[in-house]
């Protein structure tokens, strides 16, 4: 009697089955509930972006898998599938990532994502695939290691004086172990003192760090050549070439430079992966910034030096004595 009972409660309700997920009917409803899955780009009123960080690739990529059955012809549907293979992407599952990108060719051809961007320049969708094919046969030869992450040391901090006010650099000790070692040696034996920027490019970046900058009798000309008699190993960490990043350059040997680094004024995209990022100014950025309008010449050479005129290795937090 009870065996009987169950089974018609099963044919009733279902019990056993898969239960349907809920549509959503309407399309602002189907926007909203995508944009509380995927990181947003917010403009403040002062015209920045705060960017919301990705910090569960995994926990979104289960939220927009159980998101699309819910928000099937509606709007906002090739748009979820596309940010679906994208985190499926960053996850390593390019094989997953390419099906979800050739089922928004095949589902929606006429869409934006679709249709090619310019005479040279393929839709997004089909860069998405072609940019997963070649991960996959990069990854037959290369092994992928995930890059040492990069967190500022607050125990310390490099002090650079100029003629205009100071500036203060923190490091990246655990990320860059052998770069920040050397950089730090170099301060606290005076090793820039008296070097002028060697490279200035108004409001992006400066350069600084070539011996040969010191004596005024020394042929323009050899500026940004000159260093000490060694290299760095190329220390790479997930740091990223951004307002205030500093970087060291890179020598003839490929290897990272002795004593020459770059300060980043603004993002400096193209610079990523091919310096090793460092550290970062944290106090006196406006410092820079105001001795990057200095009149340069055509190479970026300041036509009126921008010396350093003193330097010191403090401990504690930046302005701190």
Not at 48 to 68: F, H, M, Q, W, Y
Not at 76 to 89: D, H, K, S, T
Request: one cysteine or more; a neutral charge.
């Amino acid at each position: 009697m009870f065996v009987q009972i169950l089974a018609i409660t099963a044919l009733l309700f279902g019990l056993g089955q898969p239960v349907e997920p809920t549509r959503i009917q309407d399309d602002d409803a189907a926007w909203a509930a995508l944009y509380a899955i995927v990181p947003q780009h917010v403009h403040s009123l002062r015209a920045r972006v705060r960017v919301t960080p990705i910090t569960d690739l995994p926990g979104i990529a289960s939220k927009l898998e159980e998101l699309l059955p819910r928000i099937a012809g509606r709007s906002a549907e090739p748009i979820a599938r596309f940010y679906l293979g994208n985190v499926l992407f960053k996850l390593d599952r390019f094989d997953q990532a390419i099906s979800i990108f050739e089922s928004i060719q095949r589902d929606f051809p006429g869409h934006g994502l679709n249709l090619q961007l310019g005479p040279t320049e393929a839709a997004m969708v089909a860069a998405a695939i072609a940019d997963c094919r070649e991960e996959i046969e990069t990854r037959k030869t290369y092994t992928v290691m995930d890059l040492p992450k990069a967190e500022l040391d607050r125990s310390g901090r490099a002090v650079f004086h100029t003629t205009e006010g100071a500036f203060e650099i923190q490091l990246f000790n655990q990320a860059s172990p052998e770069t920040c070692a050397n950089f730090k040696k170099l301060v606290r034996e005076g090793y820039y003192v008296g070097l002028g920027f060697h490279e200035v490019s108004s409001f992006r970046s400066m350069a600084l760090g070539c011996p040969n900058t010191r004596d005024e009798n020394k042929s323009i000309d050899t500026w940004g050549q000159g260093g000490p008699a060694w290299d760095l190993p190329f220390e790479l960490n997930d740091a990223i070439h951004e307002p205030g990043a500093v970087s060291m350059r890179r020598s003839a040997s490929g290897r990272s430079h002795g004593s020459q680094f770059t300060i980043c004024l603004s993002d400096q995209g193209e610079l990523n992966n091919k310096q090793v990022v460092f550290g970062k100014v944290v106090r006196g950025i406006e410092v820079l910034r105001r001795l990057s309008q200095r009149r340069v010449d055509s190479k970026g050479r300041p036509e009126e030096a921008i010396r350093i005129t003193g330097s010191e290795w403090a401990e504690g937090p930046p302005g701190r004595r």
